[in-house]
Every structure is written in C-alpha cells, then in structure tokens.
C-alpha cells in the first residue's frame, strides 16, 4: 500500500491492527494486548469480561453484587452472608470517596393506618436524581410504584441520566453513566456496581467491593465486626430505630421446599450462580420463624434470570409460591422486560434502549396472547388500538360516548373514532309579552331551553327602585337600584308627629269634630300621622 501521510503518522483500523505511513508505504502491526489472568471471585460468581477502550482487548473482573432478600437476608458484593432484621433507614452503599456522587439507602416505614404492612423501600441516588422504589397497597394488594424527585412515574421511564422499566413483580434502575443497575422486587433487592469504577470504594450494609470477605463486616468508624453488629450502625442521620420483636418456632416441614426447589428445579443455573447462599438463608428463614418460604427462591431465579437463565419454577412448588395477577392478566416466568402497548413511539424508545443495555427477561403479570397493553397509565389489556376516548382510555369497536357535545362511536368497519353533533329537539318560543317579562335563555346539557323570565322584582314597598339595564350573572334578571323614601315628620304647633309601624309615610290629619282627617290632594306612602295634641 501506498500513503502521503507524513512520518511517523499513525492510525488505528477496525482489525484491532495499528497502520504506520513510513517512507510512503504502510506498515500494519497487530494490536499486542497483555496476557490476561482469570481471577478467584470469592462471591462464587464467574468473572466477566471487560472490554478496553480500542475493543480489542480484555481483562477480567469480578461482579460487585449485592443481594438482599426475605428483608433480612444479606449476601455482599463479596460473598459474605448474614441475617439482620430491624425496621430503620440504613445506608447500603456509601462511596468512601465521592466519585460518582452515587448513595443507595434502604427503609422500612409501617403504614400509619396498617402497622401490618411495612414494605422496604429503595433509595437511589445519583448527582440530582432520587428514585424511591417501594410499594403500596392498592385494594389491599403491594403494588410496586416508583418516584422520581418525589413526583411518581410510571415505568417505563427515562431522565437524563437513569432509565426505569419493569413489570408488576419488579423494577429495574439502569444508570448507564456508571454502568450499575438496581432490581427491585418488594421485599427483595439486587444491587449491580462495576468493579472498574467502584472497587474498593465503597461501604454500607453492603460492604466493601474488593473480591474480600475479610473486610464486608465494616462499621462506619472503620472496626471490623460481625455482620449483624456493624449493619445496625450504618443509620441514616437522625433516624432512631426500633428494636424487632422476637420469632415465633415455626414447623420443619417446610423445609424441604429449600433443598428440593434450590437443588433440583435450578439446575440449570447452579454453573452460573451458586446457590448455597440461597438455601442456607431459606433454611434460616423458615427455622426463624419466617412465613415466607417462598423469598429465597424467587431471589434466586431472579439472579438466574439476570445471568441469562430463565426457569418457570413457580409451577413446580404444588401452588405454595403461585403467583396470582389479576383477572385480565397471565402469569408469565420469562416476560419481555417492556412489555409492548399501543403507543408504538413509546415501544420503539424504550424497547430498544433495554434491548442495548440488558437482554434478559423478567417475571410479571402480562397481557393474554391476543391482547396489548393500552399503555403504563392505564394497565388494561385491548384487544384493538385504534380507538381512544378523550380522557386517553381505550375504547372498543362498537362502543359509543358524548364527548363536548357530540356523539362519538368508535366505528367497527373504520376501526377509528366518528363523531356527530348532538341533535337538540325543536322547542316552542314562549310568550313574554306581559309586563316585566323577557325571553331567558337556558343551557341543560347540550341544548338550549327558553322561558319567560322577570325584568325586576320589587321586594319593598318603602323604597323608591328603578329597573337598571344590566343582569345579574346567576339569576339573569335585571339588577334593581333602590333608595329609601323621605318622611317628613314636621308638624304644625297644634300637632305631634306619632310613628305606624305598619304604614311608611307621614300623613297630616286635622282634628274635625274629635275625627282625624286625611287633606285632600296628599299622595304617598303612610308611616306616621301628625295627630293634634291631646287626642
């Protein structure tokens, strides 16, 4: 090959090769990468290969995973598992220097009107985003919701800097930045950092991820402890905690779900994920008191899942960890983790940023086969897509609604929305030809009505009023303008001014043969009379 590019020019070509120009020719010299070692990992996890920068060479690390399950299950990103159960705010993951500006906390906050119901909530927070992944009860269901800067969002969902998506039994917080990733199952979590960016930096309920147990058992003052001990001072500021009640003995005989479900119907998955860890803890579970001899499992399939290894185990427990969804949904082990819905801007966006990120499945609740769901607001499965009301939910074929005044049917031919006017009936003008009288009209619904209503009404007659032009919002009638009518109450000096409560104005008698009289000629209200004195 020939080149102009003058010596010593270099460039690098998608053959993992480096091409030199010297002396008008090219020179192509093989990318030399260094020889790789496959390490130990002593959370018996198999190391994964980390791409350099030119992606032509590679090294190996171990996974930095944290697992909590059953709420008081812990296994560190190193391997070392212990139980802790208490209900308080605790740091699981702290950077010992701040690189990423990344913190994970955990609580556990009773429902003021349930003090049965206490769902562990997740903390996720990076630069300015906080995401709380927790639950609630919806028709006294736990429902998995999220918040985001503590206005909740429904995934999926994107910001600038994390990506949510998820099913009904779990949620999943990518921040592609920092390549970490947090699955959250209500009272089970997974915790995904790379060693890369934070080994050796971190600290928490979690430990250190440094591929050493010795070390996971840190308090926040820097002594090594028991695993039980150093994860109660890993309080958040200003929480006081509340010490948990003493386990009830519960029966052996569930035990045999640990060995036979962890052992046999896992198979699988044991070359990828060890899963001792697992059996001990439901062992521990069930031997403790625990009555959820289900959580240990489903911890474990959900790592399986994450290694690429997906087992519907479920229906192998004789209905003892069944999974119930709701009427309009099915069970699915190994869903798509968006599932698709009507919105096809919304399917293309968040399908294919998944898709890139993580390529596994997820376990939930899914629309039928036949059917799709509407969108994440509105968790209803249609059977069509075509037609959309004008509060934003589906509308079936056939079906018919009045919308600002027309009448609106999603057509079954068209498979689209056709609206007509809505048709008042013809009504009769009415006759406002008596005094005092106008046409008033009246808006029912849709259509118009048109009565007979008063100008002015005149409530007193001791007032002098006059009928304006303008109307009164409410009542439509014209706004009467009043004022009190004058009395005079000056009386001659062989009269005295005497008040009638039932009359308005003054009148002046005389005193004609011990007779009042009324003068000829006075109009106006009564009030008073001037009488003659002594009558």
């Given amino acids: 090959l020939i080149c102009e590019y003058l010596p010593p020019e270099s460039w690098n070509t998608s053959n993992c090769t480096t091409s030199t120009c010297i002396e008008g020719k090219v020179t192509v010299i093989a990318t ?33 995973v ?30 010992i220097i701040s690189k990423y500006n990344l913190t994970i ?5 009773c429902d003021p009107s349930d003090s049965t119901f206490c769902p562990l909530a997740l903390s996720v927070t990076y630069q300015s985003i906080k995401a709380v992944l927790t639950q609630v009860k919806t028709s006294g269901t736990p429902t998995n919701v999220v ?44 915790i995904d950092l790379p060693y890369s960016l934070f080994g050796g930096n971190t600290e928490g309920q979690c430990g250190i991820c440094d591929n050493s147990q010795a070390n996971d058992c840190r308090s926040p ?49 044991h070359s990828f994920i060890s899963p001792a860890p697992f059996v001990s803890s439901c062992t521990y579970e069930i031997c403790n008191g625990g009555n959820d001899t289900c959580s240990s499992l489903a911890a474990y399939a959900a790592e399986c899942s994450n290694a690429g290894v997906c087992i519907d185990w479920r229906s192998d427990t004789n209905g003892l960890c069944d999974h119930r969804c709701p009427n309009n949904k099915v069970y699915m082990a190994c869903g798509p983790s968006v599932e698709p819905t009507c919105n096809d801007r919304y399917n293309r966006k968040f399908q294919a940023d998944v898709t890139s990120s993580a390529n596994y499945t997820q376990e939930g609740c899914f629309c039928p086969q036949g059917t799709t769901l509407f ?17 934003g939910r589906p509308k079936q074929p056939g079906e018919t609604w009045t919308s600002e005044c027309s009448n609106c049917e999603c057509d079954q031919d068209s498979m689209s929305v056709r609206c007509e006017p809505v048709i008042c009936p013809e009504v009769q003008k009415p006759n406002c030809s008596e005094p005092g009288q106008q046409l008033t009209n009246t808006t029912q619904g849709c259509c118009t009505t048109q ?28 706004v009467i303008t009043c004022r009190p009518v004058v009395c005079h109450t000056n009386c001659s000096e062989v009269r005295e001014f005497t008040e009638h409560h039932s009359r308005c104005c003054c009148t002046h008698y005389e005193s004609v043969s011990g007779t009042n009289q009324t003068p000829t000629g006075y109009h106006g209200y009564i009030h008073s009379v001037c009488l003659s004195a002594g009558v």
């Avoid at 906390?105 to 906050?109: E, L, V, Y």
């Avoid at 905690?241 to 119907?265: Q, W």
């Avoid at 005149?458 to 303008?470: A, F, K």
């Fill in 375 to 391: 969108n994440i607001v509105y968790d209803t499965c249609v059977a069509s897509c075509d037609c959309v009301g004008p509060d």
């Fill in 221 to 269: 003052n820097g002594q090594i402890e028991s695993c039980s001990e150093s994860a109660g001072l890993w309080t958040l500021p200003g929480i006081s905690c509340v010490s948990p009640s003493l386990p009830s003995v519960t029966p052996f005989s569930a035990i045999l779900i640990c060995n036979y479900g962890l052992c046999s119907l896992f198979t699988p998955c």
């Fill in 66 to 95: 944290c697992n909590v399950w059953s709420g008081s299950n812990y296994l560190t990103f190193d391997g070392q598992m212990y139980n802790f159960q208490q209900n308080c705010s605790y740091y699981l993951v702290k950077e």
């Fill in 147 to 190: 918040y985001v800067n503590q206005k909740r969002v429904y995934p999926a969902y994107r910001n600038s800097v994390m990506l949510l998506y998820g099913t009904d039994m779990e949620i999943t917080a990518l921040i592609q930045d920092i390549n970490t990733k947090i699955v959250y199952r209500g009272s089970s979590f997974s």
């Fill in 32 to 64: 030399v990468c260094p020889n790789v070692t496959l390490p130990i990992c002593t959370n018996g996890r198999k190391p994964v290969k980390i791409y350099e920068q030119n992606g032509c060479c590679l090294h190996y690390e171990c996974e930095c």
């Fill in 105 to 109: 906390t955990r609580s556990n906050n």
């Fill in 451 to 478: 009565t007979c209503g008063q100008l002015c009404y005149m409530i007193s007659t001791c007032q002098e009023c006059y009928c304006g032009l303008n109307t009164h919002p409410t009542t439509k009638l014209n």
